[in-house]
C-alpha cells in the first residue's frame, strides 16, 4: 500500500531553536500535503494543506511565518517551526494524497517535538 | 465541513465482531464517507471508505444507511490490534481542497 515517511520521529532541542521535519511519498506522487497538529488525548487538527509548486493555505489561527511549509516536489515536503517554544511541543503529523478525486488520504507516523 | 457524531468510546471482546455507528445528519450528495484509525503514538490509518453502496475490503466493512445519514464501521473479528481510536470523515470530494477533517472519534479497547 501507499507509504509516507516522516522524519525524524522525535527530536527534543532548546527553546529558540528551528525544527525542520520532512515528509515524503515513497511510492506515489502527492500533488497534496496537509500539516496537522496533535495535543495529548486531543484529535488532530489541520494546520495547513499544500500544493506542489504553490503556497501552502494555512487554516486559521496558525501562523504561516511560525511554521514554515515547503512543497517543493511530488514526493516531499517540509514543515519547519520556526524559532520553537514549550507550547509548541506536540505530535506533528502529515499526510499526502495522490492525483485523483477520490484517493485516500495517507499519514506518515508522526514527530514527535519536545520543546525545553 | 459537514460534521459527524460517534460515541465517544466502545468496548468489545476479541474475536468478536465490532459495530462502530456515525451520525451525519447534515450529509452531501458530494460527500464520501471516511474511516481511519489511529493506534497509540503512530498516524493516522486508512480503513475504508464509500459513497452510497455498502463497501468492503480486508480490513472491514461499511455499511451505509439508505438516506446516507449514517453508516456503521464493521471488524468481523476483533483482535487486540484493533484497539485504536476510530474516526468517521466526510470529505467533499468537489469544494475545496477535499482535506480531512477530524472530529473526536471513537477509542475501541478490545477485551482478551
Known amino acids: 500500500g501507499a507509504v509516507v515517511s516522516q522524519h525524524p520521529s522525535r527530536v527534543i532541542c532548546k527553546s529558540g531553536t528551528s525544527v525542520k521535519i520532512e515528509c515524503r511519498s515513497l511510492?506515489?506522487?502527492?500533488?497534496?500535503m496537509f500539516w496537522y497538529r496533535q495535543f495529548p488525548k486531543q484529535s488532530l487538527m489541520l494546520m495547513a494543506t499544500s500544493n506542489e509548486g504553490s503556497k501552502a493555505t494555512y487554516e486559521q489561527g496558525v501562523e504561516k511565518d511560525k511554521f514554515l511549509i515547503n512543497h517543493a516536489s511530488l514526493t516531499l515536503s517540509t514543515l519547519t517551526v520556526t524559532s520553537a517554544h514549550p507550547e509548541d511541543s506536540s505530535f506533528y503529523i502529515c499526510?499526502?494524497?495522490?492525483?485523483?478525486?477520490?484517493?485516500?488520504?495517507?499519514f506518515g507516523d508522526g514527530t514527535r517535538l519536545s520543546i525545553l | 465541513d459537514a460534521k459527524t457524531t460517534q460515541p465517544n468510546s466502545m468496548e468489545s471482546n476479541e474475536e468478536e465482531p465490532v459495530h462502530l455507528p456515525c451520525n451525519h445528519s447534515?450529509?452531501?450528495?458530494?460527500?464520501?464517507i471516511h474511516w481511519y484509525r489511529q493506534l497509540p503514538s503512530q498516524g493516522p490509518e486508512y480503513v475504508i471508505h464509500?459513497?452510497?453502496s455498502n463497501v468492503n475490503n480486508r480490513m472491514a466493512s461499511l455499511a451505509i444507511a439508505e438516506d446516507r445519514k449514517s453508516s456503521t464501521l464493521i471488524l468481523h473479528r476483533a483482535t487486540l490490534r484493533d484497539a485504536a481510536v476510530y474516526y468517521c470523515?466526510?470529505?467533499?470530494?468537489?469544494?475545496?481542497?477535499?482535506?480531512?477533517?477530524f472530529g473526536q472519534g471513537t477509542r475501541l479497547t478490545i477485551n482478551p
Open positions: 511510492d506515489f506522487q502527492a500533488t497534496t
Open positions: 447534515t450529509i452531501s450528495g458530494t460527500d464520501y
Open positions: 470523515i466526510l470529505r467533499d470530494v468537489i469544494q475545496g481542497a477535499q482535506k480531512l477533517v
Open positions: 499526510s499526502a494524497r495522490g492525483v485523483g478525486g477520490n484517493q485516500p488520504q495517507h
Open positions: 464509500g459513497l452510497t
